[in-house]
């Protein structure tokens, strides 16, 4: 299929115009196809990648800083890391079936090239940076919005990002042999738009409290102050600052 047809092809898929043919097609050079007779004269998508990424990170982050006003910079930076990551990106960029227009050097597609997760990462923020050219800000805020909206709430629950009460319990465990314990101090709102306060406390001591609109993050939160607390109380019990650092790490 020549690359007319198959850019033509890709914008019947797309929300919104795409007329700037030129831009798009750059989209999906890759560096190895410009040692092919076809790629002579073509530029890599190498350049919208970098501004692609600044794009998606800006965007990200503030999505993620308007609807989670109680959560911290610490664990904010986690999530995006999580949403904006080359493995999701990829994974976004085989949803939009991005790897179908790749241009690829014969090499590169011998091995699999339209497989690899840092070329498919790539040729997203790529993608990214060209709607943001055609289109400006707004509009690619809009389309990123309303693409990675369902992943926030998963990304939220991630345990690699929001595991503070298990560190806690398992500090906890080693400093007084008990577990910590939670208490719900305040519920207050409508139904659908509740608030929690909720205190943790360890070794009978309230050690962190946490507010959130969920009252697992609110735990989550109350077990993220009580590990900063912990560790700066028990500094003798960390001889390798890195224990120290994982426990308060994103506080």
Known sequence: MKITQSLDNFTLTLPFSFTDRPLLKKVFVHRSYLNEKEGSGLES?????????????????????????????????????????????????????????????????????????TILAGVFEAFIAAVYFHHGFQKTF??????????????????VHFDYKPRLQELAQ?????????????????????????????????LGKGTASKKKDAEQLAAGEALKNLTERYKEFFPDPAVGDAATNGT
Do not use: C, W
């Open 45 to 117: 998508n190498e350049r919208l990648e970098f501004l692609g990424d600044a794009v998606l990170s800006a965007v990200i982050s503030h999505m993620l800083y308007i609807r989670y006003p109680e959560i911290n910079e610490g664990i904010l930076t986690k999530m995006r890391a999580r949403l904006v990551n080359r493995q999701a990106l990829a994974s976004l960029a085989l949803k939009l079936r991005l790897d179908n227009h790749l241009l690829l050097g014969k090499g590169e597609k011998r091995t699999g090239g339209d497989a690899n997760p």
């Open 142 to 159: 809009e389309y990123l919005e309303a693409m990675f909206s369902p992943l926030l709430e998963a990304t939220l629950d991630e345990p």
């Open 174 to 206: 080693k400093l007084f042999k008990e577990a910590p314990v939670y208490a719900l101090t305040r519920e207050e709102g409508l139904p659908h738009k509740k608030t929690f306060d909720v205190e943790v406390s360890v070794n009978g001591k309230a």
